[in-house]
T-cell receptor
Framework: EAGVTQSPTHLIKTRGQQATLRCSPI?????VYWYQQALGLGLQFLLW???????NRGNFPPRFSGRQFPNYSSELNVNALELEDSALYLC???????????FGPGTRLTVL | AQSVAQPEDQVNVAEGNPLTVKCTYS??????LFWYVQYPNRGLQFLLK??????LVKGSYGFEAEFNKSQTSFHLKKPSALVSDSALYFC??????????FGKGTRLHILP
């Protein structure tokens, strides 16, 4: 069974641009979560989607947004990129809220 | 507020010795607790979880964790450490909104 997949693996942008990151959950999982992991730091919760709806949001500015599609895949959009947005962005999926989360390999975003 | 704490930023253990990575939690109600491991430049991998039942939970790669309600702890253990166990370990707890809260992580170094 395929795990959580994320694309692209690496993404290089310049300050002020927009970035779009994509995630495909494990088949049968309806919940998708996004986390930011800056270098040397822990996971910061960004967003949680379930059944197409945003269920919860972390303490991030509105330029971080996303959506979940009918096939439960998800994308994370970051507008007006800033240097401090450089981080590893991890996506996870689960059967439902609070269930065990399974993580993808991440997208490394570098903002120059 | 629901929270999880990993009091050690780093733990060093000699290969072959037993290892312990500490985690304490604060939740209302019965806790759902998790341990994850992250290898360099990779996503997190699920190790084990406690929901109910036996206080000693066995997981992947020979790891186990002991749930202690009176001490509100969920320490990760392994009887004999391997060099390949060197990684970043995260403890997590499910909060009342079904969101998973991660600790800041503990870096485990196994010395040959």
């Amino acid at each position: 069974e395929a795990g959580v997949t994320q694309s692209p693996t690496h993404l290089i942008k310049t300050r002020g641009q927009q970035a779009t990151l994509r995630c495909s959950p494990i088949s049968g999982h309806t919940s998708v979560y996004w986390y930011q992991q800056a270098l040397g730091l822990g996971l910061q919760f960004l967003l949680w989607y379930d059944e197409g709806e945003e269920r919860n949001r972390g303490n991030f500015p509105p330029r971080f947004s996303g959506r979940q599609f009918p096939n439960y895949s998800s994308e994370l959009n970051v507008n007006a990129l800033e240097l401090e947005d450089s981080a590893l962005y991890l996506c996870a999926s689960s059967l439902g809220g609070g269930d065990t989360q399974y993580f993808g390999p991440g997208t490394r975003l570098t903002v120059l | 507020a629901q929270s999880v704490a990993q009091p050690e930023d780093q733990v060093n253990v000699a290969e072959g010795n037993p290892l312990t990575v500490k985690c304490t939690y604060s939740v209302s109600g019965n806790p759902y607790l998790f341990w994850y491991v992250q290898y360099p430049n990779r996503g997190l991998q699920f190790l084990l979880k406690y929901i109910t039942g036996d206080n000693l939970v066995k997981g992947s790669y020979g790891f186990e964790a002991e749930f202690n309600k009176s001490q509100t702890s969920f320490h990760l253990k392994k009887p004999s450490a391997l060099v390949s166990d060197s990684a970043l370990y995260f403890c997590a707890v499910r909060d009342r909104d079904d969101k998973i809260i991660f600790g800041k992580g503990t870096r485990l170094h196994i010395l040959p």
